[in-house]
């Protein structure tokens, strides 16, 4: 199995940054789709970027602009750089592991434990 384990969280003010990271565990990280997606109490868990096998990206519109994802195949990590932050940012923030299986579309993912973001002043 994967195992993921972000880290990086913590309390920011509003406008500030911070960077997560997730560090994961296994054989085919390269050959995975990656993701950052956050929840806030209350709230169902939403995507918030992407970051495929090949390199290509995808931002939830929400932090277009703003977030960056990016990935190091050769340290298995894949990181979110948050800037300009909103309190409306705030949420535990997971990292996410996919990976397609079969030409039929089926696939195994896995979620991290989870690591608190929270933007007040």
């Known amino acids: 199995q994967v195992q993921l384990v972000e880290s990086g969280g913590g309390l920011v003010p509003p406008g500030g940054s911070l960077r997560l990271s997730c560090a994961a565990s296994?054989?085919?990280?390269?050959?995975?789709?990656m993701g950052w997606y956050r929840q806030a109490p209350g709230k169902q868990r939403e995507l918030v970027a992407t970051?495929?096998?090949?390199?290509?990206?995808n931002y939830a519109d929400s932090v277009k602009g703003r977030f960056t994802i990016s990935r190091d195949n050769a340290k298995n990590t894949v990181d979110l750089q948050m800037n300009s932050l909103k309190p409306e940012d705030t949420a535990v923030y997971y990292c996410?592991?996919?990976?397609?299986?079969?030409?039929?579309?089926?696939?195994?993912?896995?979620w991290g434990q989870g690591t608190q973001v929270t933007v007040s002043s």
């Open positions: 296994g054989r085919r990280f390269s050959s995975a789709d």
């Open positions: 970051i495929s096998n090949d390199g290509s990206t």
């Open positions: 996410r592991w996919r990976m397609v299986v079969n030409v039929e579309g089926a696939w195994v993912g896995y």
